[in-house]
């Protein structure tokens, strides 16, 4: 294989990992709205890795930023969606979503 060919290969090996990546981050940001927007609680956990990191700013309604460490610590947030049957409850609008994979 000549060097050139090899060259080609390795930009492309690395630009279908990257678009996986994002592809990846996606469908699991897509899990969370539509969780979000069903109002299903467990579901809205269940999007985020079991360590993921949570920062919450400027959450109303007194303005307070959060923190939480995995799954456990983010929990609490989300069970007021545990109070009512699953279903589309509309309230929810996500925008200018920029996903970028280095």
Known sequence: MSIDLETRIAALEAEVARLRAKESVQAAFNKYLYALDTGYGPAIVDSYAEDGVL????????GVDMHFDGRAEMAPLYEPYGDRDPMIAGGHNATNV???VG
């Open 98 to 100: 920029a996903i970028s």
């Open 55 to 62: 920062d919450v700013l400027n959450f109303p309604p007194n």
